[in-house]
């Protein structure tokens, strides 16, 4: 097991991987930026480095800086969290050139997974359900159009280089397709540097619902369940769910087969998730794969019991998996809501400083968080100051639960998006759980 640990980021998840690191007894070292000297996650590490001014660019996604720190503190291994360089190929490269273990996957399986036609078609040969759409990239309108000849309207284009729903353009009709095209493969360029698109069917009111999955290097994959995160505004989830209202054992089954079927014809290596688009008939199709530890895992981690932190880092190390499929057993109901430093109605950021802060807790209540009274939360980075997590026996339970919590919450001195996660658990699409990506346009129209 590794002796050191270098922790590339900060805020919660920087916290969360500290912890994990104390449990299985390595030595952290954290690195921030001039704006997060008196962040949580600097003052719980063994070892700080500073990297560099407020602008991640310049800080937490400044390579060379990241790799001296780790160096000069003997660190033997990189724990990159998510976002920043969690999903950087030549990150990961430049850790391995430098003698340091990524913990992550291989720098190709980054790449692979980060041009999303190219992942499409690897995941087809390894027998994933892919979304109907051209076979790779599309490179003029004739191309498209012979496409659309064979899927029918509307039809999605998608920048290659995209993801996480970044990137996309719905055509509804022949007569935007020139021009939609034509902007799809300028705005493709101008945000990513490539032009390349590709095209697929369009599914209104799709669910999204992704596997978790952990692979070791010895080709051992399972998978952890499910996540419904259909719970999101402009791709940014702020309610996710563990098992999802509308998987059944049998579908549950299913994805997961195709899940681990597919990592291990990958030889992946990691925590990893699958994420899928569902249909209104249950049909589910492969959108992206994440290769990283995401936001959302303490739900599968409360379900399931693993710790799934602890696992990257053993996988990482070159454990093997303590785990068999055999023994993974879903217990109970699980729910995140992500608290944002924004305003709950307009969602506009919402930075200053925490005059007061009261956490929940009592039975089934689990706070991710690196807020405290005191604390000013930065212009710089993502605004979520806060994961509350609820496991309960069913889900009634838990979002009974989830309401008592979110009412022992306290945070002043900022705006939060603890009214708007309290309306939806509220409302009768939610409750239902019959509830698709649509819901919180739904919501905020009424
Ligand atoms: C789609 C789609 C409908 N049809 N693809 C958004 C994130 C990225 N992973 C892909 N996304 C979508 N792809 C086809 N063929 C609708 C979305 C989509 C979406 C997907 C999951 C969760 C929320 C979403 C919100 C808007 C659009």
């Known amino acids: 097991m590794f002796h050191?640990?270098?922790?590339?980021?900060?805020?919660?998840?920087?916290?969360?991987?500290?912890?994990?690191?104390?449990?299985?007894?390595?030595?952290?070292?954290?690195?921030?930026?001039?704006?997060?000297?008196?962040?949580?996650?600097?003052?719980?590490?063994?070892?700080?480095?500073?990297?560099?001014?407020?602008?991640?660019?310049?800080?937490?996604?400044?390579?060379?800086?990241?790799?001296?720190?780790?160096?000069?503190?003997?660190?033997?291994?990189?724990?990159?969290?998510?976002?920043?360089?969690?999903?950087?190929?030549?990150?990961a490269e430049a850790c391995e050139a430098a003698g340091i273990v990524f913990i992550g996957p291989t720098p190709d399986n980054i790449a692979m997974m980060g041009d999303k036609a190219k992942a499409k078609e690897t995941m087809i040969k390894c027998g994933m359900p892919i979304l109907p759409g051209s076979r790779g990239v599309v490179s003029s309108e004739k191309e498209a159009l012979n496409v659309i000849k064979e899927i029918g309207f509307p039809v999605i284009i998608k920048a290659c280089a995209g993801g996480g729903g970044?990137?996309?353009?719905?055509?509804?009709?022949?007569?935007?397709?020139?021009?939609?095209?034509?902007?799809?493969?300028?705005?493709?360029?101008?945000?990513?540097?490539?032009?390349?698109?590709?095209?697929?069917?369009?599914?209104?009111?799709?669910?999204?619902?992704?596997?978790?999955?952990?692979?070791?290097?010895?080709?051992?994959?399972?998978?952890?369940?499910?996540?419904?995160?259909?719970?999101?505004?402009?791709?940014?989830?702020?309610?996710?769910?563990?098992?999802?209202?509308?998987?059944?054992?049998?579908?549950?089954?299913?994805?997961?087969?195709v899940a681990v079927k597919a990592s291990k014809s990958l030889a992946y290596i990691n925590a990893?998730?699958?994420?899928?688009?569902?249909?209104?008939?249950?049909?589910?199709?492969?959108?992206e794969m994440n290769t990283r530890i995401q936001v959302e895992h303490p739900i599968t981690e409360m379900v399931t019991g693993i710790d799934l932190v602890k696992e990257q880092i053993r996988v990482a190390a070159g454990e093997p998996l303590r785990y068999k499929q055999k023994d993974i057993r879903m217990m109970g109901h699980s729910i995140e809501c992500r608290i944002n430093a924004e305003d709950s109605e307009k969602f506009t950021p919402s930075p200053g400083r925490i005059t007061a802060y009261c956490a929940p807790g009592g039975p089934g209540v689990r706070l991710d968080s690196a807020a405290y009274a005191g604390y000013t939360v930065p212009p710089f980075y993502d605004s979520v100051i806060a994961k509350l997590i609820v496991h309960s026996a069913d889900r009634e339970d838990a979002i009974s639960r989830m309401g008592r919590a979110l009412d022992e919450f306290v945070i002043e001195g900022i705006k939060t998006t603890i009214p708007f996660h309290k309306r939806v658990l509220q409302s009768r699409e939610f409750l239902s759980g019959k509830y698709s990506t649509n819901l919180v346009e739904q919501l905020l129209s009424q």
């Open 4 to 91: 050191k640990v270098l922790i590339a980021n900060r805020g919660e998840i920087a916290l969360r991987i500290i912890r994990a690191c104390k449990e299985l007894g390595i030595k952290t070292v954290a690195i921030y930026s001039k704006a997060d000297e008196l962040s949580l996650h600097v003052r719980f590490a063994d070892e700080r480095v500073c990297v560099g001014p407020p602008d991640s660019a310049q800080s937490y996604r400044n390579i060379p800086n990241i790799l001296s720190a780790a160096e000069i503190r003997d660190a033997e291994a990189i724990h990159p969290g998510y976002g920043f360089l969690a999903e950087n190929a030549h990150f």
């Open 166 to 257: 970044r990137g996309m353009r719905v055509v509804h009709k022949e007569q935007e397709l020139v021009n939609t095209f034509l902007m799809a493969q300028a705005e493709a360029k101008a945000s990513f540097g490539s032009d390349q698109v590709y095209i697929e069917k369009f599914f209104s009111n799709p669910r999204h619902v992704e596997v978790q999955i952990l692979a070791d290097k010895s080709g051992n994959v399972i998978h952890l369940g499910e996540r419904e995160c259909s719970v999101q505004r402009r791709h940014q989830k702020l309610i996710e769910e563990t098992p999802s209202p509308i998987v059944d054992e049998k579908m549950r089954k299913k994805m997961g087969e």
């Open 272 to 287: 990893g998730t699958i994420e899928f688009l569902v249909d209104e008939e249950n049909n589910f199709y492969f959108m």
